[in-house]
């Protein structure tokens, strides 16, 4: 299919750091990232949440137990429900997820973790299964499902960073989605949620889950991770354009 016709929900980058990691320079790290002053900073000796606004989307860098996690999703509802088609699926990544590895004191880690969300706008749960079936190798003779989720973890052994093992794990999903408003008493800690529009959109969603395996005593240099994550965005055009099958190309 064209893989243009996704639309990014989100971007997340994961990484798991010892007990040795120095949190000192997050914030800068945020900064440099986004190129913006942080909306929101909170911080303390063991986490750290810093929140960045920029046109279309807010960026999110957080540390807590040892997982640093830089996150991008839209800015629903102020403007969209989406970060831009798979066209800027490049763009974005160099300019996030790659500054990433460009930071003062990047810190070696034990794992390596790239999630991304698609969805792609569907009439009907009908339309939703014509377009995924010819992407999925597991699976046949689906024409008449309903209530559709598949989700399947394809491992496999890289020939770099010292033949690492990664899990590779897709979620496909066709249903209805619909924006929720959150608001929090501040007194209670009550969370109450209202529906932005009365009409749900019907979704065919994919989420790409790509990590390497837990392994005690691992340790990935920097070089390595950036194979890897190389790696990573790399599966994520092939399995956009080609579904399940780009996980065999």
């Known amino acids: 299919m064209d893989a243009n016709l996704w639309k990014i929900e989100s971007l ?9 990691f120095n949190s000192n320079n997050l914030e800068k790290w945020l900064i440099n ?5 942080p909306l929101q900073i909170n911080k303390s000796l063991s986490n750290f949440s810093g929140l960045s606004k920029l046109e279309e989307s ?19 509802p102020n403007i969209k429900n989406n ?24 810190p070696v880690i034990d794992r390596l973790a790239l999630g991304v969300v698609l969805y792609l706008p569907v009439v009907s749960n009908e339309e939703g ?3 995924i079936a010819p992407l999925l190798k597991s699976v046949i003779g689906i024409e008449n499902s309903e209530d559709f989720q598949l989700r399947i973890n394809r491992p496999v052994r890289l020939e770099i960073a010292g033949g690492i093992k990664v899990n590779r794990l897709l979620t496909w999903t066709i249903g209805h989605v619909q924006l929720l408003q959150l608001q ?30 837990a392994k005690p005593g691992r340790k990935i240099l920097l070089e390595q991770q950036k194979e890897v994550v ?5 599966t994520v055009k ?12």
């Not at 997340?12 to 040795?20: C, G, K, S």
């Not at 008493?185 to 790509?210: C, F, H, K, V, Y």
């Not at 092939?238 to 190309?249: F, P, Q, R």
Request: charged letters at 25%; glycine letters at 4%; aromatic letters at 8%.
């Open 58 to 76: 807010v960026v999110k860098l957080e540390w807590r137990q040892n997982r640093i996690d830089l996150i991008e999703n839209s800015d629903a």
């Open 184 to 213: 929090i008493n501040i007194q209670t800690g009550i969370a109450q949620s209202t529906p932005l529009s009365m009409q749900s959109e019907m979704q065919l969603r994919l989420e790409i889950d790509l990590s390497t395996d």
């Open 230 to 234: 190389n790696y990573f965005i790399d």
């Open 83 to 106: 970060i831009g088609d798979f066209s800027h699926f490049s763009e974005l990544c160099e300019m996030r997820i790659l500054r990433y590895f460009q930071m003062e004191d990047c």
């Open 129 to 131: 299964i014509r377009i």
């Open 33 to 37: 990232i986004t190129g913006e002053l």
């Open 12 to 20: 997340r980058l994961t990484n798991f750091v010892d007990n040795q």
């Open 238 to 249: 092939k399995v956009a354009e080609s579904g399940e099958h780009g996980l065999y190309v």
